[in-house]
């Protein structure tokens, strides 16, 4: 199965700084990518698909790139609500697999 | 506007069987493959197992593979998940999620909030 490897495991940061996430695939996966942001107590939502695509009703300062085994989520200047658990899953194969998540933290 | 609504999450004892339900509204349910997601207490997201609009086409984790079956009825816009031989490494929450095509694969677009699980002796 395809590993995502997630990192750092936890990012601290301040609102208004800029936040990058990375996944690493185990094998390429193309661009068949997902970023899907976790608030605590809540269920997980979807922020970028097709590694650099936003879903409806992310804002802006979200963007996705990379393709093959390297991705990156780009949070431009956190807001205090963009504190949570992000994870990237991986559309290409089956299993599914997810990366073991990414906690930014104040 | 879109909802999945979870059910059946309980304690149950180890060896035990749970049928969950997901309840779907505000889309054209037989139209897209669907997904069970689960989350143990602490830990990240477990791809579970996955069923095509028509339910002709499964796909389930090699973790539940033998003891979980997920199945659809679009007559009543519900997905199953059944689960058999329980163990406690299955405690989790277990989100149901719909998938959208954006070809050639899709992505879990929308998610339930989630029916705890419980296994425990």
């Known amino acids: 199965e395809i590993v995502l490897t997630q990192s750092p495991a936890t990012l601290s940061l301040s609102p208004g700084e800029r936040a990058s996430l990375s996944c690493r695939a185990s094998e390429s996966v193309s661009n068949y990518l997902a970023w899907y942001q976790q608030r605590p107590g809540q269920a997980p939502r979807l922020l970028i698909y097709a590694a650099s695509n936003r879903a409806t009703g992310v804002p802006a300062r979200f963007s996705g790139s990379g393709s093959g085994t390297d991705f990156t989520l780009t949070i431009s200047s956190l807001q205090p609500e963009d504190f949570a658990v992000y994870y990237c899953q991986q559309r290409n194969k089956w299993p599914r697999t997810f990366g073991q998540g990414t906690k930014l933290e104040i | 506007e879109v909802q999945l609504l979870e059910s059946g999450g309980s304690l149950v004892q180890p060896g035990g069987s749970l049928r969950l339900s997901c309840a779907a509204s505000?889309?054209?349910?037989?139209?897209?493959?669907m997904t069970w997601v689960r989350q143990a207490p602490g830990k990240g997201l477990e791809w579970v197992s996955s069923i095509s609009g028509s339910g002709g086409t499964t796909y389930h984790a090699d973790s539940v593979k033998g003891r979980f079956t997920i199945s659809r009825d679009n007559s009543k816009d519900t997905v199953y998940l059944q689960m058999n031989s329980l163990r406690g490494e299955d405690t989790a929450v277990y989100y149901c999620?719909?998938?959208?095509?954006?070809?050639?694969?899709?992505?879990?677009?929308?998610w339930g909030q989630g029916t705890l699980v419980t296994v425990s002796s």
């Open positions: 999620a719909k998938e959208t095509v954006v070809l050639p694969t899709d992505y879990l677009d929308y």
């Open positions: 505000g889309f054209a349910f037989s139209h897209h493959a």
